[in-house]
Structures are given as C-alpha cells and as structure tokens.
C-alpha cells in the first residue's frame, strides 16, 4: 500500500536557527507534494505544494525564501524551515499523492522553538 | 473563496451511540470529498473518499454521502466504539485541484 515516512518526528530548535525536514514515498509515485504546518489548535494551513515538472506554488503567507522546497524526483521531497522562531511551531506534515489522486500523509514532523 | 465548514468542534458519546458530523463546503464546479481521522500523535489517515456527487462513501461502519444540492458531506456512523476517539476533517480538492482544504476538524470523544 501507500505509505508516506517523515523524518525527523520532532526537532526542538533555538530560536533563529532552521530545521530541515523529509518526506519518503514508498509504493507510489508522489508527483504531487503538499506540505502543511497543523497548529495548537489542530487546523491545517497549505504552505506550499510542489509538482514533479511544474514550479512549487507557495500559499499567501508562505514564502520560498522562508520555507524552501525540494523535490527531485517522485518518492522524495524536503522542506527547511528557515530563521524559526515561535510563531513557526507546529506539525509539518507531508502529504502525497500521484496524479491528483488522494493524498497520503506522514506522521509530521513537529518543530519546537526554544 | 474555497471553503470546508464544520461546526461541531467536540463531540462526546457513549459507546454504541450514533455519531453525526456535520460538513458543508463552498467551491465552483465538482470537488472530491474527503474524510481523514487523526489520532493522538499520529498523521491524518484517509477515511473514505467520494468523487462523484450523489454518491456515498463507507468504510469502517462510517458513510457520508456527497450531496451536491446541500453542498453537505456529513459523515455518519452507526454505533460508535472507543477505539473510534480521534480528531475527524472533512477536505476537499477542488475540480482540476492537487492540494487539499481542510476543515477545522472535530474532536470526537467515545467513553466506554
């Protein structure tokens, strides 16, 4: 079946510092990468969503010069978070999915900022 | 703009009791709808999806039919276990979309 690992599960980070986190597809192609951040109170914001050939599309609030994106080829994508600070704490989660079908998300990546 | 509504942000119910969650959405066109549960420390697993309006969707005892005309996709299931508590979104991925929208999510509690 579909799965989608992230790691790493938790970084705790100082204030202004970055943190880099990954996203495995295993068992299908993830043409498509939608990266979310899910707050304290559990609701989901689109940061960005990268698909494989096309330009990664950022949402308002959310820039590339803050959340950089990779994804190279159609089982891996990484994002960094750059210059944390505390309003960026959350659960980044992975979500992929191959041909605009469902997406498959990961565990998240939880960041904390000291 | 594009939108899920849900407005039960908790619920709290016995075992065996039935369990309704209300889920509207805003949008042109014909969106996929979705159902993602989360539970306590993990990621948001697909529930049941519906592509095709008037259809309805189940697995796992939930339903949710995807009404086009009340642009409703209430999810539904009969007798509720423990194991059932977790955090339920309804998304939809808008016609020609990728990404998904979710909404706020709601906490449903089951006691034994």
């Known amino acids: 079946g579909a799965l989608v690992y992230q790691y790493p599960r938790r970084t705790i980070c100082k204030s202004g510092t970055s943190m880099r986190m990954e996203c495995q597809a295993v068992?299908?192609?993830?043409?498509?990468v939608a990266w979310y951040r899910q707050s304290p109170q559990k609701t989901f914001e689109l940061i960005a969503l990268?698909?494989?050939?096309?330009?990664?599309?950022?949402e308002q609030n959310f820039t590339q010069e803050k959340f950089p994106i990779s994804h190279p080829n159609l089982s891996f994508s990484s994002m960094t978070v750059l210059n944390a600070y505390l309003e960026d704490r959350g659960l980044y989660l992975c979500g992929a999915g191959s041909s605009g079908n469902t997406l498959y998300f990961g565990e998240g990546s939880r960041l904390i900022v000291v | 703009g594009d939108s899920v509504i849900q407005m039960q942000g908790q619920v709290t119910l016995s075992e065996n009791d039935f369990l309704f969650i209300n889920c509207t959405y805003s949008t042109t066109g014909y969106p996929t709808l979705f159902w993602y549960v989360q539970y306590s420390g993990e990621g948001p697993q697909l529930l049941l999806q519906?592509?095709?309006?008037?259809n309805k969707g189940s697995s796992r005892g939930f339903e949710a039919t995807y009404d086009k005309g009340t642009t409703s996709f209430h999810l539904q299931k009969t007798s509720v276990q423990e194991i059932d508590s977790a955090v339920y979104y309804c998304?939809?991925?808008?016609?020609?979309?990728?990404?998904?929208?979710f909404g706020t999510g709601t906490t449903v509690s089951v006691s034994p």
């Open positions: 068992g299908f192609q993830a043409t498509s």
């Open positions: 998304a939809m991925r808008r016609e020609g979309g990728r990404a998904l929208i």
């Open positions: 990268s698909t494989v050939n096309s330009a990664i599309k950022y």
């Open positions: 519906v592509t095709t309006a008037n």
